[in-house]
């Protein structure tokens, strides 16, 4: 599958943006979705992930109660809404997509079989 991130900019401190990511599949249902993470000079962390049915969602402490992940399977596109967004948010934030999931295995990186190219978030003070 391949994965298109797209929703990135820059904003002010407290701002929102909402990132997309369209994948090229008619077969998105069965894929578990994550969003990560990279700032320069840091290695790439969990931002969220969520479910085939997006019955269940998971998240990073960091951004807990103010980023939302969701999917439109009818679209095969998974969403990243972020809120009261801070500088630390600052990132290319990346989509992946696996289609086997280990419980407890949503945040590790290795697990993910495809991964979109990145779209940058810039958040300033």
């Known amino acids: 599958v391949q994965l298109q991130a797209s929703g990135g900019g820059l904003v002010q401190a407290e701002g929102s943006l909402r990132l997309s990511c369209a994948a090229s599949e008619q077969t998105f249902s069965t894929y578990f979705m994550g969003w990560f993470r990279q700032a320069p000079g840091k290695v790439r962390e969990f931002v969220a992930a969520i479910s085939w049915s997006g019955g269940s969602t998971y998240y990073a402490d960091s951004v807990k109660g103010r980023f939302t992940i969701s999917r439109d399977n009818a679209k095969n596109t998974v969403y990243l809404q972020l809120l009261t967004l801070k500088p630390e948010d600052t990132a290319v934030y990346y989509c992946?997509?696996?289609?086997?999931?280990?419980?407890?295995?949503?945040?590790?990186?290795?697990?993910?079989?495809?991964w979109g190219q990145g779209t940058q978030v810039t958040v300033s003070s």
């Open positions: 992946a997509a696996r289609r086997q999931y280990v419980s407890g295995s949503y945040s590790y990186p290795g697990q993910y079989e495809y």
